[in-house]
């Protein structure tokens, strides 16, 4: 491989991790807004309050400005109810046109409008950035048209992941919207950790590092389906303590876990069974993993980013769900199913290895 073909595969990589490293930025700002109520800080969407430079006073606005952009929202989502009859999703457009609570239009507060509007103008950079891995796929085309497709691919569903939050923004944060909006999250980190991972195997060929590679990837797929799980119910306690904190006023915050379901007791009591399964995993690791390779150094780290995960639903649930918390945990919840998806590319790697060459 000459120089000029390195250069491009390192420019690509760079471009690559920074995306990754800022769709988890955004992933955290975007628990920052959910925890601080201002997720309908802009009404509207692009703009914020027909701006793309929000007020810092309502005296910028018209007096019936929540009669204007609830108005304007009851027209988008009367096409996309539309939409999803046309797709068959008759149940879901059914609860949208039956949910008053979309029309609630909140009041004005600067501190949450700027808030969702920093939002917006992160993704709007993350926006960039994935074109910029486009742009620097694309003389990569020659070496692997794997990592060139799915980067065009990655930048539309962006687009598709920008449409979303502007259904969740005129659905006034409908939970099952949210919980799609951060599962496209997290399937465009999978694609770019993906291309960024292929992208190293052009420079540096897969080597055998473990003996047991099949097993381990096994175990560790388990481990990703469980902790997909975890993320759903953890979706949904979310969705919960929205509806307590909104009856308490979102005052007295140290009583909002008793007033939670059984889908919080389910959360909590998983949690433990996660845990277990990556503490197997780990221990696998370490009985056929050399000390010094990358599987063995990630495994450390995921098992690590685990322990914190809980010891942040810890905090949350007998500390009174400190709200610096909230986005900490879904950070640390999103960040581990990155780490379990990167061992499983290199385990992947070392399974294909080994059918390769049996006897090795």
């Known amino acids: ?42 009404p509207d969407w692009p703009k914020c309050f027909g701006s793309w430079v929000p007020p810092t006073s309502v005296d910028q606005l018209p007096s019936n400005y929540q009669e204007i952009y609830s108005a304007k929202r009851v027209e988008k989502n009367n096409k996309f109810v539309a939409q999803l009859e046309k797709l068959g999703f008759q149940e879901k457009a059914d609860q949208i046109k039956n949910d008053k609570s979309i029309l609630v239009e909140q009041e004005f507060n600067p501190v949450k409008t700027w808030i969702e509007y920093v939002n917006r103008l992160i993704g709007a950079v993350i926006g960039l950035l994935v074109l910029l891995t486009v742009y620097r796929s694309f003389p990569l085309w020659s070496l692997s048209k794997p990592i060139t497709v799915l980067s065009v691919l990655n930048l539309f569903l962006v687009l598709f992941q920008a449409w979303i939050g502007s259904i ?27 291309v960024h991972f292929q992208s190293y195997k052009l420079i540096y060929p897969s080597k055998a590092t473990t003996e047991k590679p099949i097993t381990l990837f096994g175990i560790l797929v388990v481990g990703l389906v469980l902790m997909l799980i975890q993320i759903v119910f953890g979706t949904q306690v979310r969705e919960e303590m929205d509806v307590v904190a909104f009856e308490f006023g979102n005052l007295l915050r140290g009583e909002w876990i008793e007033h939670l379901g059984l889908v919080f007791l389910v959360h909590r009591s998983y949690s433990i069974l996660l845990f277990a399964v990556h503490l197997l995993f780990f221990y696998k690791v370490y009985k056929y993993t050399l000390r010094h390779v990358s599987i063995f150094k990630w495994s450390q780290g995921l098992v690590f980013v685990i322990f914190l995960e809980i010891l942040t639903g810890v905090g949350m649930a007998y500390f009174g769900v400190p709200a610096f918390l909230q986005p900490v945990h879904l950070l640390l919840g999103t960040m581990i199913i990155g780490i379990q998806f990167v061992i499983l590319l290199q385990l992947d790697s070392q399974r294909k290895l080994k059918i390769e060459n049996p006897g090795s």
């Open 168 to 194: 969740v923004v005129s659905t006034n944060l409908l939970p099952w919207m949210i919980t799609l909006h951060m599962m496209l999250a997290l399937l465009i980190v999978c694609i770019l950790l993906y």
């Open 1 to 42: 491989m000459n120089q000029k073909n390195l250069n491009q595969i390192y420019s690509f990589r760079r471009i690559s991790l920074i995306s990754v490293i800022a769709v988890y930025f955004l992933i955290l700002v975007g628990g920052i807004v959910r925890s601080t109520g201002s997720g309908m800080g802009c």
